[in-house]
């Protein structure tokens, strides 16, 4: 078995093919070719241990064990970390185990950015706000910067200090005074926050505005307005349909007959995204799924075989 450590997962985690593989991931997931089973959880005093198992034809077979717990130093903060395995979907044995904390944070910075892509109101997404200062923040930026250079890029958070180190990974970027005036001048939000409680308010939403929600693990970050006015979409069905820590805080006790998308039925067509309505604030409001994990784990897979990278283990 081939073992990744942080620095080399993180190396072989190239963003376009990241990004290709997750889109390719949403799609199966959509197309009901994945096998995904909801995530399941042990609680604790200071978080949860997740377990997500996924297999998705044409990536593989993966799981991840993941912990999400509160920084008891930085109330407000919280830590992502774990462990994601890549087995041979043939025969079981196991090829490769890799640090579920950089993987995480790369693929979610890519369904965000696939999000963002595939339902904003503008060609290159425009103005873009980044809400957050924490580590999954810093991925989103660090994704753009390779994937979307020379965008209009602001950066907000509660500590201005922490902003303005966040914002240096996009060259170019600039810091907002407060996260309220970043919103309101942005055509698209990346969200990444460890909220408990909603960071946006639909009234800062202009008409157009598209948000990637990727936060929130612990409670919602975006408020009611936002959800009751937005066209919503998500990775799979269980987004709305299960209870946190599966589904997601802000899609529970939607209204009868209230439709969230599928972001992998508009990648591959068969449904219209914002369907030409440039005034409809959409929302892509992610949760994780294991699919995505499979896919990011097979690009760091390939990746570091080409490579020759880690270190080989007999288990």
Do not use: N
């Amino acid at each position: 078995m081939l073992v990744l450590d942080r620095r080399l997962t993180a190396a072989a985690l190239r963003p376009g093919a990241v990004l290709d593989a997750v889109g390719r991931a949403l799609v199966a997931v959509a197309r009901g070719e994945a096998s995904v089973p909801p995530r399941i959880a042990a609680l604790t005093p200071a978080g949860l241990l997740g377990a997500m198992p996924g297999y998705v034809p044409g990536l593989g077979l993966a799981a991840k064990l993941v912990t999400v717990t509160a920084d008891p130093r930085h109330p407000g903060r919280g830590f992502h970390r774990g462990l994601v395995a890549l087995f041979d979907e043939a025969d079981g044995r196991a090829l490769a185990l890799v640090d579920g904390e950089s993987l995480t944070e790369v693929r979610t910075a890519a369904v965000a950015t696939t999000g963002a892509l595939a339902l904003a109101a503008r060609p290159g997404l425009g103005r873009v706000a980044v809400v957050g200062t924490g580590a999954q923040a810093r991925a989103q930026l660090a994704l753009l910067a390779a994937v979307l250079p020379g965008a209009e890029v602001t950066v907000a958070g509660r500590d201005l200090p922490r902003a303005r180190s966040t914002a240096a990974l996009y060259p170019g970027a600039r810091v907002a005074a407060g996260i309220e005036d970043a919103v309101r001048a942005a055509d698209v939000v990346f969200c990444c926050t460890g909220a408990t409680a909603p960071v946006i308010r639909r009234e800062w939403l202009a008409p157009g505005t598209h948000v990637s929600s990727v936060g929130g693990s612990q409670g919602p970050e975006l408020d009611a307005g936002t959800v009751r006015d937005a066209i919503l979409f998500a990775e799979w069905t269980g987004a709305a349909g299960a209870p946190p820590p599966a589904g997601a805080h802000e899609l529970q006790d939607l209204a009868p007959g209230r439709q969230v998308t599928l972001l992998g039925s508009v990648l591959d067509g068969t449904r219209p995204g914002r369907g030409g309505d440039a005034e409809a604030v959409t929302v892509f409001k992610s949760t994780g799924h294991a699919a995505l994990d499979v896919a990011a784990v097979r690009v760091a897979y390939d990746v570091a075989v080409e490579q020759g990278w880690g270190v080989r283990v007999d288990l």
